[in-house]
């Protein structure tokens, strides 16, 4: 079972630097646990339960998602998700109703392919929740058409255990993929994102908040690659690490010679609840393109003091004014989120963390 | 209302305070000058609870009981206000939110039910309105792009709304215009002039005591209050400077 962990790229390869490889292994040696149970949002639309990795029917509802066989991609973490999957096509024009899909691991390792296909002008939203134990892995392969429109959400809730996510995204002309991440749970996790901007004008949104607590360990390597001119990319990312955990965030952007009037923006920041955390921040950029417009900014640093004293000073006992400095300082990267409904969960996940790490 | 006694204070090591004693009863306004790096600031700071601010020697009593032994927040509900000489921005925290939180944390610590949305809306708007601060502002992150004026006052509607038993108002009227140094004085003595409150006020200038007419005035040079006064003495001080009257 676990000799699967071994054929996982080694840490000294550049997109890995941080990697915590051991994690997984670990992972998937824990103990199994008893299914932990979680709520759909209350939206319309499909549902879908995993349960290790397989779906449980009798608990969700496909509407227009369906099961099938997918392949995974050359990326070590990809290529083991290969396998019975689920997939969302929608025809051109098509708007489909948001599709939730929450994984639940009870123990052990599991792997799940999953495409998202959008034909030109179609506009879906995707929710995903993963909870649980053990290590989770899923490869994502998605692919907008011509002006297609795709909010995803991703929280990672899991207690312990590993979750990897590997990303691979085509965002064809004018169409526009919007991500978050959440990470608030025990778990380690790693991200892996390759994004193409294949069509002139592509959108992307790209970010979220890693929060970190105890040992724990979340990491994060998006590579946005500018293939075509007038494409926008925003990448913000907030990390919290508190205890003596670790969050690592890679975000690189290209830009090809002819992606001209490319508009590129990274935002990292990390933010130390305690001097025993790290967090690094590795911005990238490589432009090969003479006219493009590329901020970066990465910058770690602690609660303002003076900020801390000032809330005090009105009332507000320490530990609440930590809470409400730190969220804020994430709320950046949680507000992209266009759906009320699974912003709030998002925040008050965020929240939950907070309180619990600020006590 | 409060004394201070012997108060010895340090920072990083360097001893600021150096055996301070001032009393201040219900109903009462002092003001406090001095000379730049005088420790007035200091003073503030020791009354709210700064950390950092480590009292050595004596003593602090606010109602009967020991302020030392108080976390800030405590402090606070207690009724003790800081109005800061350099209001603190707060990226990301509007000052509705920051304000319902203080208010709310502080009737809570009173034992007493806390303010709807609505209702503290209500009131902070109000307050808003009578010291001429744009409602629109409550609505923007706490003190950012303000200007020092701007600051200044929003440091009142703070006082304002969670009306204080005691409050220190460090160099409040530093920043402010003709106008606004009118209204914030109609504020400080609207919310603050009553029988059972009263304001320690730390400023450089006559002018805001021609609003706000102080009971007492002193005099704190290096670390010490080195003479104390009626209203007369801010005046005398306006004309011949510290060196001549307090040396
Ligand atoms: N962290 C610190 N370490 C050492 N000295 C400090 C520190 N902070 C303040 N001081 C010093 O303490 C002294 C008193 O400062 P304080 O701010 O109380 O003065 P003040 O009377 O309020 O002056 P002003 O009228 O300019 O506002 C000053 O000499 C200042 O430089
Ligand atoms: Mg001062």
Known sequence: ?359 | MLKIENLHAEIDGKTILKGLNLSVNAGEVHAIMGPNGAGKSTLGYVLGGRPGYEVTEGSITFDGQDLLELEPHQRAAAGVFLGFQYPVEIPGVSNVQFLREALNAQRGGRGEKPLSGGEFLKLAREEAKKLDMDAEMLKRPVNVGFSGGEKKRNEMVQMGVIDPKFAILDETDSGLDIDALRIVGDGINRIMRKPDKAVLLITHYQRLLDYVKPDFVHVLADGRITRSGGAELAHQLEREGYAEVAA
């Open chain 1, 1 to 359: 079972m676990s000799d699967a962990v071994l054929d996982l790229p080694s840490t000294r390869e550049e997109a890995w630097r941080w990697a915590d490889l051991g994690g997984l292994a670990a992972a998937a040696a824990l103990a199994p646990v008893a299914e932990p149970t979680h709520e759909f949002l209350d939206l319309p639309g499909a549902r879908l339960l995993f349960v290790d990795g397989v779906l449980d029917e009798g608990r969700s509802r496909l509407c227009n998602v369906r099961l099938t066989t997918l392949e995974g991609d050359d990326h070590a973490l990809g290529r083991r998700a290969a396998g019975t999957g689920w997939s969302l096509r929608l025809d051109a024009q098509g708007v489909a109703d948001p599709v939730q899909i929450v994984h639940v691991a009870t123990g052990g390792e599991n792997h799940l392919a999953s495409e998202i296909v959008l034909a030109d002008d179609a506009v879906a939203e995707v929710v995903e929740t993963f909870v649980g134990a053990g290590w989770q892995n899923c490869f994502t392969r998605t692919r907008l058409g011509k002006g297609a429109r795709l909010m995803r959400s991703v929280r990672l809730l899991q207690p312990a255990g590993f979750v990897s996510l590997r990303e691979a995204a085509e965002i064809g002309e004018a169409a526009s993929l919007v991500a978050v991440f959440l990470g608030a749970g025990g778990q380690g996790s790693r991200i892996d994102a390759q994004l193409v901007m294949a069509g002139e004008g592509a959108f992307v949104e790209y970010g979220g908040t890693l929060l970190t607590s105890a040992e724990q360990k979340q990491e994060c390597a998006v590579r946005v690659n500018h293939a075509q001119p007038n494409g926008a990319s925003r990448q913000v990312w907030r990390a919290v690490a508190s205890d003596r955990s670790q969050v690592s965030l890679a975000a690189a952007v290209d830009v090809a010679r002819h992606a001209q009037k490319t508009d590129g923006e990274q935002s990292l920041r990390g933010l130390l609840l305690h001097r025993t955390a790290t967090v690094n921040l590795k911005p990238e950029l490589e432009i090969f393109a003479d006219d493009v417009k590329c901020a970066h900014g990465a910058t770690v640093g602690e609660l303002d003091n003076r900020a801390l004293f000032y809330m005090q000073s009105r009332g507000i006992p320490k530990a609440r004014a930590q809470a409400i400095l730190t969220r804020a300082f994430v709320a950046d990267a949680l507000e992209r989120i266009g759906d009320e409904t699974v912003r709030a969960a998002f925040e008050a996940d965020a929240d939950a963390w907070l309180d619990a790490a600020l006590q």
